[in-house]
């Protein structure tokens, strides 16, 4: 019985786990942008998977049975520096990714990745380097809903949302850090800017959270945030650009999926 099991297991480390692991290691090593390969939290993404995987583990699990015989945390000084912190980063990248290239040479038409180390290019890889660590310090929203047994803010779009983000934008550092896919982080960090600002001041004056209108506004935003990402990236599948087709149809399913999401949650 245990020469069948080791025949099976070595059948299985050589028919499967070896050339996954070949596969995984080339795309690494040959497809990765080496600019970016470098930079902190890209060499690998498993110290990603980690952190997404404890994320999960503390929202669905740990977290919820935590706080469920506690009160609710007040956390007002930690939670207006969060704010004020995401406010201006994401300003920061919203320059970023204009002086990198949307203020006057990116094309909204078709884009190419520019993987050059001139400064321009290289800036505007940095920029999305910015937004996905952006994203990762954003995983902070959903630890503070639960401390605060916020759990009517705690949606399947929410956990979604922060889950998958950061995964996308660690592959667009990882391979893509340029063109046509930037305006998605350029947008959002300007979406993301009005909200943490409307965030930052309700904190501070409570009565303004009851303003139905600017909860409005930044709903409506955010729709529009994603036609405009859904429009930028049909495009490219209909004309002839040298930018990958495939990220531009994972970004239009990605945007079409959160609109639907979006609306789910506000019905």
């Known amino acids: 019985m245990s020469e069948i099991i080791a025949i099976v297991c070595g059948e299985v480390l050589h028919g499967i786990i070896y050339p996954a692991v070949d596969i995984y290691k080339y795309i690494m090593e040959t497809k990765s942008d080496p600019r970016t390969r470098d930079w902190l939290l890209m060499a690998s993404p498993i110290p990603l998977l980690?952190?997404?995987a404890t994320y999960l583990y503390f929202c669905l699990w740990i977290g919820p049975n935590f706080m469920k015989e506690r009160q609710p945390m007040e956390l007002k000084t930690i939670t207006r520096i969060y704010h004020i912190t995401q406010v201006v980063l994401n300003v920061f990248i919203v320059y970023e990714?204009?002086?990198?290239?949307w203020r006057e040479n990116y094309s909204f038409a078709c884009q190419?990745?520019?993987?050059s180390n001139t400064p321009?290019?290289?800036?505007?890889a940095e920029s999305v380097w910015w937004y996905f660590m952006r994203n990762m310090i954003a995983?902070?929203?959903t630890v503070f809903f639960i401390l605060k047994k916020k759990n009517n803010r705690l949606s399947f779009f929410h956990i979604y949302h922060h889950s998958v983000m950061p995964l996308c934008s660690w592959i667009g550092v990882k391979f893509f850090a340029g063109g046509h896919g930037t305006l998605l982080g350029f947008i959002n960090?300007?979406?993301?800017?009005?909200?943490?600002?409307?965030?930052?001041?309700t904190s501070l004056t409570p009565k303004f959270e009851k303003n139905i209108t600017w909860k409005r506004r930044l709903t409506q935003l955010q729709t529009i945030q994603f036609c405009i990402l859904i429009l930028h990236n049909l495009q490219v599948l209909f004309r002839q650009c040298n930018y990958p087709k495939l990220i531009s149809l994972v970004l239009v399913l990605n945007a079409s999926f959160f609109l639907f999401l979006n609306f789910e949650n506000e019905e």
Do not use: C, K
């Not at 990714?97 to 290239?101: A, C, K, Q, V």
């Not at 190419?112 to 993987?115: F, L, Q, R, T």
């Not at 960090?189 to 001041?201: A, P």
């Open 139 to 141: 995983l902070l929203d």
């Open 189 to 201: 960090s300007f979406h993301h800017t009005l909200m943490h600002s409307y965030n930052f001041i």
């Open 112 to 115: 190419p990745i520019d993987y």
């Open 50 to 52: 980690m952190i997404l």
């Open 120 to 124: 321009t290019a290289v800036r505007i």
């Open 97 to 101: 990714h204009m002086e990198g290239g």
